[in-house]
């Protein structure tokens, strides 16, 4: 039993120690592993630092483990931990979105990418997001509009601008992910946003950009010179 008490006292006091430092020079002192293990320790009482490595054995990086599916978590560390590291991943959506907040988004582009990789970066299955714009470009609301597989997410150029419209949204901007990580945009993904492009133009909603997110890197269309006018196909 004293054993079992002097070891359980120098985990703690390991944590205690890893917690220390990221309160006095930032999470971003620590080594993935390491902060998620300090995570983990709070919902499992035995074996944090192994599981957070089966964790990142598994997704291959902390903001995979974060972004993945709740389910597949619980399956390996079980539905206590699983639930508080996708409380951690929606704090930091939160946090991240909170910075475009009552403003321009088109004027915040730089805010509007820390997004937007907080939100996909990390995903096992491929989204396709529209955010939708008021008068003002202002965010009025950041919906999932198709879920896929690993490379399809299935979109409906109609839907988008019925949900426009529901909305009262003047202008829109694509959004999808390659969790492959190929920062190319394929002929799908081009042929969807000429079609949403031409479903939005004789209703006057103006497509910005369609963004590719690509684990840590973004691809804008409109900067790429692929963001094509109904006119131009």
């Known amino acids: 039993m004293a054993r079992q008490a002097m070891s359980q006292a ?19 002192s620590l080594q993935d592993e390491e902060t998620l293990a300090l995570f983990l320790s709070r919902t499992l009482q035995q074996g944090a630092r192994t599981w957070a490595q089966v964790l990142l054995a598994e997704w291959g990086c902390l903001s995979a483990v974060l972004a993945a599916d709740t389910v597949d978590v619980a399956r390996v560390v079980g539905e206590p931990a699983a639930i508080e590291l996708k409380l951690l991943h929606e704090v930091a959506v939160l946090v991240a979105a909170s910075s475009l907040a009552h403003r321009d988004v088109i004027s915040s582009w730089d805010a509007l990418l820390r997004y937007l990789r907080v939100r996909l970066a990390g995903r096992g299955r491929e989204e396709f997001r529209v955010l939708f714009l008021d008068k003002r ?42 969790p492959s990580g190929d920062q190319n ?28 997110v690509a684990g840590e890197a973004v691809t804008s269309f409109k900067a790429a010179g692929l963001l094509r006018s109904p006119d131009k196909k």
């Not at 006091?13 to 971003?28: I, K, P, V």
């Open 10 to 28: 120098s985990v703690d006091g390991h944590y205690d120690g890893l917690r220390e430092r990221a309160a006095r020079f930032g999470l971003g």
């Open 137 to 178: 470009n202002r965010l009025i609301l950041d919906e999932m509009m198709g879920e896929g597989t690993i490379d399809h997410a299935p979109v409906y150029p109609r839907e988008v601008v019925r949900r426009a419209l529901q909305l009262n949204a003047s202008a829109l901007i694509l959004v999808h992910n390659h």
């Open 185 to 212: 945009p394929s002929r799908a993904d081009m042929r969807v946003t000429d079609e949403v492009i031409s479903a939005c133009n004789s209703l006057q909603i103006v497509v910005h950009d369609h963004v590719l």
